[in-house]
């Protein structure tokens, strides 16, 4: 059973560029959540996605965007990119959002974003 | 809203020894806490959850934390390190949201 698979491992970008970031969830679940982790910092909150649609939001411009695929997989998009965005990019996933704080969140291995 | 603090942001120990590594958090509703390790290059892995019942929680890889209320902490500790426990650890708290603190190294040396 695969858990977590992220896509790519790595990208480089240059400014004002805009990206694409894959996630494919651990069998069985339908929630993604995706972080945002910069260097000698913990874990940001960006979105989370259920039932193909933005269900919570962090602190995030709207240059960064998301979507849900009818299979649970899902995509973080970052437009107009600057520096400041170089960052490593975590998917989580889990089971059924708003059943409780049970549904343990699984992580992927990460894309780590660099931008120039 | 919910915050983190991990006040060390490294923590240096010989093998065999014991750890503490401290985690507050401030919340104005009841949250749920988490232990996450991240090995370099590798996503999070969770280590223990608290969310109801007995405030001593074990996880795996021989570690536990304590959930006090009236401290607002949740430390997080082993007995005896190993070299592989060298990885960067992170507190979490959730209400509505997983909320992260800034994470500790834990760098451990023969």
């Known amino acids: 059973d695969a858990g977590v698979t992220q896509s790519p491992t790595h990208l480089i970008k240059t400014r004002g560029q805009q990206v694409t970031l894959r996630c494919s969830p651990k069998?069985?679940?339908?929630?993604v959540s995706w972080y945002q982790q910069a260097l000698g910092q913990g874990p940001q909150f960006i979105f989370q996605y259920y039932e193909e649609e933005e269900r919570q939001r962090g602190n995030f411009p709207d240059r960064f965007s998301g979507h849900q695929f009818p299979n649970y997989s899902s995509e973080l998009n970052v437009n107009a990119l600057l520096l400041g965005d170089s960052a490593l990019y975590l998917c989580?996933?889990?089971?059924?959002?708003?059943?409780?704080?049970?549904?343990?969140?699984?992580f992927g291995p990460g894309t780590r974003l660099t931008v120039l | 809203a919910q915050s983190v603090t991990q006040l060390d942001s490294q923590v240096p120990v010989f093998e065999e020894a014991p750890v503490e590594l401290r985690c507050n958090y401030s919340s104005s509703v009841s949250v749920y806490l988490f232990w996450y390790v991240q090995y370099p290059n590798q996503g999070l892995q969770l280590l223990l959850k608290?969310?109801?019942?007995?405030?001593l929680v074990k996880g795996i890889n021989g570690f536990e934390a304590e959930f006090n209320k009236s401290q607002t902490s949740f430390h997080l500790r082993k007995p005896s390190v190993h070299i592989s426990d060298t990885a960067e650890y992170f507190c979490a708290v959730r209400a509505q949201k997983l909320v992260f603190g800034t994470g500790t190294r834990l760098l451990v040396s023969p």
């Open positions: 608290y969310l109801s019942g007995s405030t």
């Open positions: 069998s069985g679940h339908d929630t």
């Open positions: 989580a996933s889990s089971l059924a959002m708003g059943t409780g704080v049970n549904n343990e969140q699984f």
